[in-house]
């Protein structure tokens, strides 16, 4: 093969590569709960802030390791939303387990909700998507 010809088709296997695996790399609200569980409570910091804290488990070994961004609502009193914010988790879950967070809301409310919002693989393991 020439190099010519190898440079010619150098674009379409990037292409081809990168479209296969930003599918598969992709965690979404519908499929979260297929890969991450969470588990958080709330109530003031050392300084009586509101804030909202657990962890966030990947739920089968050998997936890898997963950037999250956590959907944090607020609600009232009678459980609907006033405000959301979408958090970072300052470490990647990891395939060993599990990832704290601690997150202060910008808006206090009567309780809060947290959700996967979405989150990207950066290691894979064995398993399949």
């Not at 588990?39 to 390791?65: I, M």
């Not at 601690?102 to 998507?129: C, L, M, N, Q």
């Amino acid at each position: 093969m020439t190099r010519r010809t190898l440079l010619g088709l150098l674009p379409g296997l990037i292409l081809a590569g990168w479209a296969g695996r930003a599918h598969a790399q992709s965690i979404t609200p519908e499929n979260a709960p297929k890969y991450l569980r969470l588990e958080y409570q709330s109530g003031p910091d050392r300084k009586g802030r509101p804030s909202v804290w657990g962890y966030v488990y990947l739920n089968s070994s050998g997936l890898g390791s997963a950037r999250v961004r956590l959907l944090v609502e607020t609600l009232n009193a009678a459980g609907q939303p006033i405000a959301s914010q979408i958090d970072y988790l300052d470490t990647e879950v990891a395939f060993s387990g599990r990832t704290y967070f601690e997150v202060r809301p910008k808006t206090p409310g009567a309780s809060y909700r947290v959700s996967i919002h979405s989150g990207d693989w950066t290691k894979t393991g064995g398993g399949s998507f």
